[in-house]
């Protein structure tokens, strides 16, 4: 198993982290091609009091290769030199790394894609930097959408060992969320929750579906969403063979999963899950981005401007996501290799519009 990892943003705890995972001591072995720049992963190693040395390989030689057994085994870089770490202020917002970390992104995708490695990952990225570099950036799964060219979009999943939350809204005004929910949109999270488990190894699922609103509208007292939206699409999932149960006061949902009645819970927007994912743990926590045919993942956790720089970054989560990428690329069977075309390590679709989830 290949992983591809992005440097995350430069002015946070991203390439301190990668040089963390790079350097522990169950990484040694495994395949891992590094995309970003080489002086940013050597500050990071600074940071973290470690020690790296990796080989650099080439854009053209990684496009050059016919099987994956053309490119060099263990951990190597590809040297991006898109942001000379001199210039980097730890702790604060930049085009600048911003811009980098777009690159890192789409060649990590884009390595991915074309088979060459088996699943995808970053440290953190800050967005704000993103949107400083480019302003028509919305989040993780719009850019992939340009990136990889698809008309399916894929979803956010929360991972922990207890339990796993997906969401049918994400990256949108909390205003909007009401207005953003159907019938059909959340019967297909179900069914891509559902799909998700099950390759990575729990098929037949059991679903909590979290109410939108509070004690599920109460019999309409304070809504009508949970009983004229959410209660018709679990009704349709349970037809179609989705063990789905719902909608479930989004107060005691989470409850009832860590003990064990739910493999994971659907909730309608992002922070009615990520609160009780991070407070059942932080340190652990991996954002899984799935439904494009390999993994993409990272640890739950944001850039940590604030102890950027300090070599306080725990690797927990981190490592959590390289385990957990690692493990569902190996129960998904392997994809043919497809050629890169030229300049690709340059793409990163700058005209491209990106959509919000």
């Not at 991203?14 to 040089?19: C, I, K, N, S, W």
């Not at 290769?65 to 770490?85: E, F, I, K, S």
């Not at 407070?279 to 604030?306: C, E, K, N, Q």
């Amino acid at each position: 198993m290949r992983i591809a990892l992005a440097i995350g943003d430069a002015g946070g705890v991203g390439p301190e982290l990668a040089a963390r995972l790079l350097t522990h001591p169950e990484m040694a072995g495994r395949d891992i091609i590094v995309a970003g720049d080489a002086s940013v992963l050597a500050m990071g190693a600074r940071h973290a009091g470690v020690s790296l040395d990796l080989p650099v390989i080439g854009a053209d030689q990684i496009r050059a290769a016919r099987t994956t057994n053309d490119l060099p085994a263990g951990h190597v870089l590809l040297d991006l030199a898109n942001g000379a770490a001199d210039r980097v202020a730890l702790g604060q917002s930049d085009p600048a790394t911003g811009g980098a970390c777009l690159q890192n992104f789409a060649c990590v995708l884009q390595l991915a894609a074309s088979g060459i490695a088996d699943a995808a990952m970053f440290t953190p990225f800050n967005k704000h930097s993103m949107r400083l570099s480019r302003p028509s950036y919305v989040d993780e799964i719009g850019f992939i959408n340009a990136i990889l060219n698809t008309d399916r979009s894929g979803r956010e999943f929360n991972v922990l060992d207890e339990v796993w939350n997906a969401r049918v809204t994400s990256h949108i005004p909390l205003r909007a969320v009401a207005d953003a929910l159907s019938v059909e949109r959340i019967l297909s999270s179900l069914r891509l929750t559902a799909e998700v488990m099950a390759g990575a190894g729990k098929p037949g699922a059991r679903i909590g579906v979290a109410a939108l609103n509070p004690h599920a509208g109460d019999g309409g007292n304070f809504g009508h969403e949970d009983d004229e939206i959410l209660a018709p699409a679990v009704a349709q999932a349970v037809a179609e063979g989705i063990d789905a149960k719902g909608p479930i006061p989004s107060d005691t949902v989470f409850v009832r999963a860590i003990r064990g009645e739910f493999d994971a819970v659907l909730t309608m927007y992002h922070d009615q899950g990520q609160i009780a994912m991070k407070l059942m743990g932080f340190d652990r926590g991996v954002t899984l981005i799935a439904g494009y045919g390999f993994p993409i993942v990272t640890p739950a956790h944001g850039s940590a401007f604030d102890i950027a720089g300090q070599g306080r970054a725990d690797l927990g989560a981190t490592l959590m996501a390289a385990r957990l990428g690692t493990d569902l690329a190996r129960l998904n069977p392997a994809r043919s290799l497809r050629p890169l075309p030229q300049g690709w390590e340059q793409r990163h679709l700058e005209q491209a519009p990106l959509v919000a989830e």
